[in-house]
């Protein structure tokens, strides 16, 4: 794994969350995205080498309406970058972790993602990004 590629922070409205990051960041969000397969709305935000994901959930039973549920809004999940998704889930599995998804998916802002499952990784949805090479 290599730097952290984002920080995913489940809001409950993402125009209002969208206006209070920017207040705080001092910067606008730089990509709104909606990703149907994760039944989320994202928007992300670029302050120096730091990326801020807000995920807001379009489906009462998506991962991020049931985080909201259960724990309130705040920090969802840290995302790595990585340099071979395929390689990186491989290795992670002879470690002993749970991937949540085998299967690298599409993610957000052309990258190729997998979950790591929280319960195997200290309590920590940790995500594996992989850019999208043309
Ligand atoms: C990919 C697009 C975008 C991007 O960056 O490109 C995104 O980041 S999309 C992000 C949204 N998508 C996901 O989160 C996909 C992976 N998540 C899942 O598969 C589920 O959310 C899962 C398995 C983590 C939890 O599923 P569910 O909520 O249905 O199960 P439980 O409520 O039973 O939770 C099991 C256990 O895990 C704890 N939990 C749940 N979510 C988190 C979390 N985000 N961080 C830490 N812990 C979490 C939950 O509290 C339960 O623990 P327990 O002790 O039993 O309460
Ligand atoms: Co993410």
Known sequence: MKKIEHLGIAVKNLEESNALF??????APYKKEKVV??????????????KIELLASTDPNGPIAKFLKKKGEGIH???????DIFA????????????????????ADNKLVAFVHPKTANGVLVE?????RA
């Open 22 to 27: 920017e207040r705080l960041l001092g910067v």
């Open 37 to 50: 397969s994760e039944r989320v709305v994202t928007s992300f935000f670029k302050n120096g080498p730091n």
């Open 77 to 83: 999940h840290v995302a790595f970058e990585v340099e």
């Open 88 to 107: 990186e889930i491989d290795r992670l599995k002879k470690e002993g972790f749970t991937i949540l998804n085998e299967k690298p998916k599409k993610g």
């Open 128 to 132: 594996l990004c992989q850019e999208i």
